[in-house]
T-cell receptor, first 111, second 111 residues
Framework: NAGVMQNPRHLVRRRGQEARLRCSPV?????VYWYRQLPEEGLKFMVY????????ESGMPKERFSAEFPKEGPSILRIQQVVRGDSAAYFC?????????FGQGTRLTVV | AQRVTQPEKLLSVFKGAPVELKCNYS??????LFWYVQYSRQRLQLLLR??SRESIKGFTADLNKGETSFHLKKPFAQEEDSAMYYC?????????????FGQGTILTVHP
């Protein structure tokens, strides 16, 4: 069991480009969560997905951000037209029937 | 709205001294409270949850509903306890991964 795998670990994008962050949950887990951690802040919930469904996106910015968890393959967090303020660590977690397990995060830097 | 507050950003103690990491929360319902730990260069991992009432690595935490607190305690700190600690709250139900985090406390245990 490799745990939650996120890639890439580090991503550099220029302003206006797109960023795609991937998360492979623990094998057998059907719940995926994305969090963002801005510098000097705690983790903030963004979105909760089950296979092919968005369950709760109350923490997602209204524009430029989207997430999916297809039937096959990893969950994707997509940020379009990135701005400097999107620079942060993005964490993914997955859960089955009990606790959530976290990935090591993707550190996005927008230059 | 739910909120978790960790008033201490940094906490330093000497090896063998008692340690208490403070956590206060606000939530109108019956929350589930957790402590997560992140050791250097490792992923976030669950340390303990109030429902299980167990002691992990010598740490305990008691939910005090009157004071809305969930402080983490250890009677004798060890150098390997040095890490970032996050208190987190869940509204309960089946979405174990939808958490509200505090800002974290960096614990340093000196030899």
């Amino acid at each position: 069991n490799a745990g939650v795998m996120q890639n890439p670990r580090h991503l550099v994008r220029r302003r206006g480009q797109e960023a795609r962050l991937r998360c492979s949950p623990v094998k057998g887990h059907s719940h995926v969560y994305w969090y963002r951690q801005l510098p000097e802040e705690g983790l903030k919930f963004m979105v909760y997905l089950q296979k092919e469904n968005i369950i709760d996106e109350s923490g997602m910015p209204k524009e430029r951000f989207s997430a999916e968890f297809p039937k096959e393959g990893p969950s994707i967090l997509r940020i379009q037209q990135v701005v400097r303020g999107d620079s942060a660590a993005y964490f993914c977690a997955s859960s089955g029937q009990a606790e959530a397990f976290f990935g090591q995060g993707t550190r996005l830097t927008v230059v | 709205a739910q909120r978790v507050t960790q008033p201490e950003k940094l906490l330093s103690v000497f090896k063998g001294a008692p340690v208490e990491l403070k956590c206060n929360y606000s939530y109108s319902g019956s929350p589930e409270l957790f402590w997560y730990v992140q050791y250097s260069r490792q992923r976030l991992q669950l340390l303990l949850r109030h429902i299980s009432r167990e002691s992990i690595k010598g740490f305990t935490a008691d939910l005090n509903k009157g004071e809305t607190s969930f402080h983490l305690k250890k009677p004798f700190a060890q150098e390997e306890d040095s890490a970032m600690y996050y208190c987190a709250l869940s509204a309960g139900g089946t979405s174990y991964g939808k958490l509200t985090f505090g800002q974290g406390t960096i614990l340093t245990v000196h030899p």
